[in-house]
């Protein structure tokens, strides 16, 4: 049982939703397996880097200069206003490799899957921020390795941040999830957990919405107002903002 006298954690797992109305595509937009004109297994999947390493960095090189451009919409700054206004409170997860949360003004975002603007060294597995560059000539700046490669965990590899999600199922007095499809990370299974959830997706799901104790069908950038009055509701009722 929780300690009733500890300080509400509510984690907040976004998803694809959430940046694709910032004009960022998924392989989840697409019934015909390719992302971005490649397939998945080819640039997604640890046997397709394995098999031609030069073709998936490129490939994520073209990512990251695409996500320059892009601009975070109001779902990502409703979510920065209110981790900033309960910053005790409120742990962000992220299944985006984006960084649109962050230039919001999000602090602490914990990307589940890595993300687009970091780089990780194969030789001593130190991370380094790259930003929106091409990867190619750079180096490790810890041990001056050039055996590195994108930060970004693979289909087929271990993906250690998923011990967060072992956090929320421990901590978590409330779960919102915003703009995830439940298909890469099992969101009903988070959400039997956890008895005070909101889902916040732009379509029904009845195989997910169930599991939910309220459910907004709205895309991310209008249904958030609806999440944050929510989440703000819980967090005053239960007087345990810190």
Request: aromatic fraction near 8%; charge should be negative; include cysteine.
């Amino acid at each position: 049982m929780k300690d009733r006298k500890r300080r509400k954690k509510v984690y907040i797992l976004s998803g694809a939703g959430i940046s694709a109305e910032s004009g960022i595509k998924t392989f989840k937009e697409s019934d015909d397996g390719l992302w971005e004109n490649h397939s998945v297994e080819e640039v997604y999947s640890l046997q397709g880097w394995k098999r031609d390493r030069r073709k998936v960095s490129d490939f994520y090189d073209a990512r990251r200069i695409e996500l320059a451009d892009k601009k975070p919409n109001r779902a990502h700054y409703a979510l920065a206003e209110l981790k900033s206004k309960y910053p005790n409170n409120i742990v962000l997860l992220t299944q985006n490799i984006d960084d649109l949360l962050e230039r919001a003004g999000c602090d602490a975002v914990i990307h589940l899957h890595g993300t687009l603007v970091d780089l990780r060294c194969e030789s001593c597995q130190h991370e380094f921020r790259i930003g929106y560059e091409s990867q190619k000539g750079k180096q490790c700046p810890k041990c001056h390795s050039r055996h590195i490669r994108h930060n970004i965990a693979m289909f087929g590899e271990d993906v250690p941040k998923y011990a967060f999600l072992t956090a929320l199922c421990q901590e978590a007095d409330m779960l919102v999830v915003l703009g995830s499809s439940g298909e890469v990370i099992d969101t009903a299974s988070l959400a039997k957990i956890v008895p005070n959830s909101i889902l916040c997706n732009l379509d029904p799901d009845p195989s997910i919405d169930q599991y939910f104790k309220t459910s907004i069908h709205e895309a991310a950038s209008t249904g958030v107002d609806k999440v944050l009055a929510l989440v703000e509701e819980y967090l005053i009722l239960e007087n345990q903002v810190v």
